[in-house]
């Protein structure tokens, strides 16, 4: 893998080009247009410094590590305990005519996608442990504060299952647990296996709660996604934009984003929001501060999803769920030292390449040794290359002769584990600049500083 330059913050007209050639592969993508003139299964790389662009198709890597599933989604309105969930996954099986009259009656088994169950969990303050049963895992922060110090509490050690096994007794979950007990959310999918017949996946939530075409989820409001808000406001075929990011602007961010003095230590989704809604009164808007990985399925529902990430475990996180969901996903990087701009669209279908697929043993190494460097930043209270170690290496490795994909270019402490954010509860409907959609609920998102 050739060497790129250490981690640094892209200038604003990088960000600002590959913001516009995902507006405009987005417009490509919500017109039907002929697949032949978009970008889907390829990957464009800008080369600016020389004038020239690489046009390459995506080739499906029988070797990817990403399993490329694509889960079968039903909706379902009213379901309050583990027990509903049941009943639908029944229902559903009747209304296919694909029940098994002859089957014996067996275990039932719960899961959550990306998740898993803890029995116990420990205080992270003051070690206080706790038993019972909630949804934790990856994707999940969701495990609920220490009753004695209110600090974040983690599962205990390895007793943490990938399925609950539903009955009486014996480790067993009782049906009548209620789902928001547990931790299950509105947006959550839910896979109901019961003996003898396939897999279920339930989403929990709301009708409402399910998006419709024209929803476009924007991942990062960073160097490029704070240029892409208002592209993707002044869409008319856009009638619902998500805006997705953990972080807040710093004063570092003004000479590379598209943000003014006065949004330094706001969060980054509520300002474009702000941004969003100024350009177009009638657009639906929502801010979720809070991280990619952390967002429930059900949100990205019948949407396109845009990354504008800079770590590797978010892009990662970005493709494992457009594939679950089976949405398109618009990926964007830049190189601000070679002045590159990739960007390359994948749509999960039987035989399509997706992101990892172009990932070799080097980028998941790279994948594995941002934690610390991460860690660091977030120590620190601060963001960007200055807290990284010395040693550590940079993200944005622009490799033209190499299977990998330029990535992003600046280390960032999205992929620090952050306590209890429950960002995405939090909403913003029509109401812009009164200041009504800050208060993100009990866990005020990630926004420190706010
Ligand atoms: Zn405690
Ligand atoms: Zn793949």
């Known amino acids: 893998m050739a060497v790129a330059a ?21 417009e490509k993508i919500l017109s039907f247009e002929a697949e032949e003139n978009t970008l889907i299964g390829r990957e464009i790389l800008y080369d600016l410094r020389h004038f020239s662009h690489t046009l390459t198709r995506l080739r499906r890597f029988t070797g990817c590590r990403f399993d490329h599933r694509v889960l079968p989604i039903s909706a379902v309105a009213a379901a309050a305990t583990l027990g509903d969930l049941v009943a639908a996954a029944i229902a559903l099986e009747e209304a296919g005519a694909a029940a098994n009259a002859a089957n014996p009656v067996g275990a039932t088994v719960v899961s959550v996608e990306a998740g898993g169950f803890a029995r116990k969990i420990r205080c992270t ?40 096994e539903l009955g009486s007794g014996d480790g067993r979950a009782d049906p009548g647990l209620g789902l928001y007990d547990i931790g299950i959310g509105s947006g959550d999918v839910v896979c109901v296996q019961r003996y003898g017949y396939p897999p279920r996946y339930l989403q929990v939530g709301n009708p409402g709660e399910e998006y419709l075409a024209g929803t476009v989820v924007i991942a990062g409001c960073g160097n490029i996604g704070s240029h892409l808000a208002g592209l993707v406001a002044r869409n008319p075929r856009v009638g619902r934009v998500v805006l997705v990011d953990p972080d807040v602007y710093e004063p570092a961010n003004l000479s590379g984003q598209a943000v003014r003095g006065c949004d330094v230590f706001r969060a980054k989704a509520e300002v474009q929001a702000e941004v969003c809604g100024r350009i177009r009164p009638d657009l639906e808007v929502r801010a979720i ?38 949405i398109p996903l618009i990926d964007a990087a830049v190189d601000a030292a070679g002045l590159l701009v990739r960007v390359c669209v994948y749509r999960p279908e039987r035989g399509a390449a997706c ?18 460097c991460a860690k660091a930043a977030s120590d620190e209270k601060s963001h960007g290359a200055t807290t990284c170690p010395p040693n550590a290496p940079p993200l944005g490795c622009a490799d033209l002769t190499g299977r990998s994909p330029v990535a992003g270019v600046r280390v960032s402490s999205a992929v620090a584990p952050r306590p209890a954010a429950l960002g995405w509860t939090y909403r913003s409907d029509s109401a812009h600049g009164d200041g009504s959609y800050r208060d993100t609920g009990p866990n005020k998102g990630n926004g420190e500083k706010l």
Request: charged share 20%; net charge negative; proline share 6%.
């Open 6 to 26: 250490p981690p640094t913050n892209a200038p604003a007209s990088i960000g600002a080009i590959a913001a516009g050639i995902q507006a405009v592969e987005l």
């Open 125 to 164: 303050g003051c070690g206080q442990i706790r038993t019972g049963l909630w949804v934790c895992g990856r994707g999940f922060a969701r495990l609920p504060a220490c009753q004695s110090c209110a600090q974040p509490t983690a599962a205990d050690g390895s007793d943490v299952a990938a399925e609950l």
């Open 289 to 326: 501060v809070g991280r990619i990985e952390d967002l429930p399925l059900g949100v990205l529902r019948g949407a396109v999803l845009v990354s504008c990430l800079d770590s590797r475990v978010a892009r990662q996180a970005a493709n494992e769920k457009a594939w679950r969901i089976g």
């Open 355 to 372: 992101l990892e697929c172009g990932w070799d043993d080097d980028d998941y190494a790279l994948l594995e040794t941002v934690m610390p």
